[in-house]
C-alpha cells in the first residue's frame, strides 16, 4: 500500500504523467490478481476493481454495496451552500440533467453547435498552415458549453472564463495540500473566481426571465431557475453556480480530449480518414447551401461514430472513477471493508485482449452489430452514475468531426509526440498539425 498517507497516489499519477497508466494497473493484476488488488490513493485505502465482472459489479451495485466518492479535493473545489458533500450534490443534479441533457431535449441545439462549430473553424483553422489542436479543441467545447449551459456568446466574456478552466483540472486530482503555489491551492482559486462569475449571470437572467426577455428553454441555466424539486423547492443561486461549475468542468477537457485523439488518430490512418470523409461528404451534399446539421444527419453518422468510439477505446479520457464501499462484502474471495474506497478503470478491459482481440489495433468495427460485450467498453463508465452528458458529447464530437474533415486533411508535425496522462490523456505538444484544405 505504499508509504504513509500517500500510499502509492506518485506512483499512479506518475505511470500516467510518463504515458503508460494501464502500467499501474497490470503490473498489479499480474502481480496480485487478475480481479482485485488493493493499494492507496489520494490519502485513503483503495481496492481496484479489474475485468469486465469489476466493472459490472462496481456499477451494479450503486448504493446497494457501495456509492459514488470523490478525492476530498474534489469536495474542497466544489464546495456547496446547501449540501453537505459532492455526493449530495451530485445525485440532486444527476435528478435534474436528464431533462436537458436526453437526446430529446438536445435535438434542438444540433443546428446551434454546427454554427458554433462553423464560426470556430472560420475564425480559428481556416486560413493557417499550422494549428494546435488541443487548445483549438477546448475552446471548441468551451464555446459550446457556454452557449449551450448559459448563454454566453460574446467571445472577450468567453475567454475571460476559459483561462481558469485549465488550472481547474488539475487540481482535481492533485494531491489536497492547500498552500501557496499547489496545483490543489490554484484549482481552489480559480473555482471561487468562476463561481463568482456565474453568480453574476445568473443574477441577471432571473432578471431577464421575469422581464420575459429571456425564455425559458434558451440553455440550462433557464432549466435549473425554473425547476423545482420534488418538495417544489427551488435551487438557490450558489447552487446553481456549483452545478453549472460541475457541468463545465465534467464536459470540458473529457470531450477536448476525445476530440484531439480523434484527429491524432485520421492523421495516423489515411484509410479510416477517406471513409470518414465519405460518410459526411454525403451528408453535406444532400444539404441546401447554408442549411445546418439537423437529428436525421447525426443518425447517418454511423461510421464516424463507430471511429470516435475505437478512439475513445484506445485513449479513454477518464481513466476510471471511484466508489466507495458502505458496508462490508465479499468480491473475488477477498473481503472488502466498510469505508475503502473502490476504483473501476476504463484500462482494465480497453486493452485487455480477452475482451478486445489485437487490442492495439484500429478497429472501428469492432463497434458494428450488438459492438463490445457489456462492462467491456466503458469510456462514459456504467450503471446508474453513468456520465449524463454521454449523449451532449457525442453531438459536439461528431458536429467537429463534420466540420474538420469536410474542410481539411492535416498531418502531424511531431510523428512520435508523445502522450502524458495528467490526469487526462493529452499529446505532450498539444498535437500541431499541419493543415491541407480540401481543393473545391
Ligand atoms: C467524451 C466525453 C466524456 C467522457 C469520456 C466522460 C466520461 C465520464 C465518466 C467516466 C464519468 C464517471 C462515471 C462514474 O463515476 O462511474 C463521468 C461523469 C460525469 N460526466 Fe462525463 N464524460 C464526457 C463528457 C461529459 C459532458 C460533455 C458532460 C456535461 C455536459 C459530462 C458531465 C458529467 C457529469 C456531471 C458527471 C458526474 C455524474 C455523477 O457523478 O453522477 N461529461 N463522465
Known sequence: MGLP????????LRTGQKGHPEKFIYDRMAKFSPQVFKTSLLGEPAAVFCGAAGNKFLFSNENKLVHAWWPSSVDKIFPSSQQTSSKEAAKNLRKLLPGFLKPEALQRYIGIMDMIAQRHFDSDWDNKL???????????????????????????????????????????????????GTSFNRGIKAANLIRRELRAIIKQRKIDLAEKKASPSQDILSHMLLTADENGQFMNEMDIADKILGLLVGGHDTASAAITFIVKYLAELPDIYNE????????AKSKASG????WEDIQKMKYSWNVACEVMRLAPPLQG??????????????SIPKGWKLYWSTISTHRNPECFP???????????????APYTYVPFGGGPRMCPGKEYARLEILVFMHNAVKRFTWEKMIPDEKIIVNPLPIPEKGLPVRLHPHEC
Open 276 to 283: 470518414v470523409l465519405k460518410e459526411q461528404m454525403e451528408i
Open 358 to 372: 489485437e487490442p492495439e489495433k484500429f478497429n472501428p468495427s469492432r463497434f458494428e452489430g450488438n459492438g463490445p
Open 321 to 334: 472513477a471511484f466508489r466507495e464501499a458502505i458496508t462490508d462484502f465479499m468480491y473475488a474471495g477477498f
Open 291 to 294: 442549411e445546418l446539421l439537423n
Open 130 to 180: 499550422e494549428v494546435t489542436v488541443f487548445p483549438l479543441a477546448k475552446m471548441y467545447t468551451f464555446w459550446l458549453a457556454c452557449r449551450l449551459f448559459v448563454s454566453i456568446e460574446d467571445p472577450e466574456h468567453v475567454a475571460k472564463f476559459a483561462e481558469p478552466f485549465n488550472a481547474l483540472a488539475s487540481a482535481i486530482i492533485s494531491i489536497p495540500i492547500d498552500l501557496p
Open 5 to 12: 498517507f500517500i500510499g502509492e497516489s506518485i506512483q499512479f
